[in-house]
Nanobody
Framework: QVQLVESGGGLVQAGGSLRLSCAAS????????MGWFRQALGKEREFVAA????????VYADSVKGRFSISSDNAKNTVYLQMSGLKPEDTAVYYC??????????????WGQGTQVTVSS
């Protein structure tokens, strides 16, 4: 079993920054790649970014490249999503995920509960 707990969401103005955190625990979380997904109201959940626990390998959705950065901290069992240059269209519930491959269309075995990010114009 893997447990994922997100934090760091909130309200920010367009152009601002926000950092999300995902604390992982459980016996097998290190076997997974860690990803972030988001789901806006009335839309399907979409991939945002993913990282290996080594922090060396990363992949991003085209919509966030150059604005978002994903990283991992093995000592804290935590993955971060640093979001900059935020736009109103980034408004969504952001979910942390334990995924089985480092791709933009992975199989996800575990989800966090989600954290709301709202970007005002």
């Amino acid at each position: 079993q893997v447990q994922l707990v997100e934090s760091g969401g909130g309200l920010v103005q367009a152009g601002g920054s926000l950092r999300l955190s995902c604390a992982a625990s459980g016996r097998t979380f290190m076997r997974y790649y860690m990803g972030w997904f988001r789901q806006a109201l009335g839309k399907e959940r979409e991939f945002v970014a993913a990282v290996s626990w080594s922090g060396i390998r990363r992949v991003y959705a085209d919509s966030v490249k150059g604005r978002f950065s994903i990283s991992s901290d093995n000592a804290k069992n935590t993955v971060y999503l640093q979001m900059s240059g935020l736009k109103p269209e980034d408004t969504a519930v952001y979910y942390c995920a334990a995924q089985t491959e480092l791709s933009t269309e992975p199989r996800v075995d575990y989800w966090g509960q989600g954290t709301q990010v709202t970007v005002s114009s």
